[in-house]
């Protein structure tokens, strides 16, 4: 498990891929695990920022790539703390407790269907690194995203490598919410429904399962409140 205790990692590289999308490549410490798809709570230490001086921030990576990934997006004007966090230099620090969190394979053999729109693909990208090559149950993933798509070309190379998994890229959210449905009728409540995106999203997504038969303990969220 991750280490409850703040750990100081080092900065390795910050990688703006598209727009205001940003990717933090940190230093894995030896000591330091984690389950795909948890998060940690990221501060900058020693730096002042207006505002909030914490967040929550998703793990894309899994421990054996031997480096910790962050994803993050910085809207159209970057909070404070966002605009330290794109501007740290390699070989500078951050502080992060965890990796914890309850959005995680629950079982081994359940179906699970994922969903995720924009940046909201951060720790379902580990989640998929984490499956074994002979994955045999069936797990698909809906991406919307409205004209880049993170982490497009892993999961297309996945989704040819990987057994039983299904990558279905969208641009509109009403193509998500029609193949949602379409996935819901088809598994019910043998499967996990995993959400991660907006929180706005990810409310509209939860309705519209329990709409369609799905119990809400086979649902499971993470909102990117303020990604």
Known sequence: KGLLKSNDLVIKAIENPYDDYYLIHISKPENLNWTAGEHGIV?????????????????????????????????????????????????????????????????????????????????????????????????????????????????????????????????HSQEAIDLMTKLAREFGNKAYYFNSGAPKVLESMKEDLMANGIHKRRIIHDAFNGY
Do not use: C, W
């Not at 480096?67 to 910085?74: F, K």
């Not at 990208?125 to 797990?139: C, H």
């Open 43 to 171: 501060t900058l230490p020693r730096i002042k920022t207006k505002g909030q001086t914490m967040r929550p921030l998703s793990v894309a990576s899994i421990p054996s790539e031997n480096e910790v990934l962050l994803g993050t997006r910085t809207g159209k004007e970057a909070s404070e703390f966002k605009k330290t966090l794109i501007n740290l230099k390699k070989g500078e620090t951050l502080k992060m407790r965890g990796p914890f969190g309850i959005f995680k394979f629950q079982d081994e053999s359940s179906p699970v269907v994922l969903f995720a729109s924009g940046v909201g693909i951060t720790p379902i990208r580990a989640m998929l690194k984490s499956l074994s090559k002979s994955n045999s149950r069936p797990v698909h993933l809906v991406y919307v995203a409205n004209g880049y798509h993170l982490f497009d070309d892993e999961l297309l190379e996945l989704s040819q490598s990987l057994n039983n998994f299904y990558y279905h890229k969208l641009n």
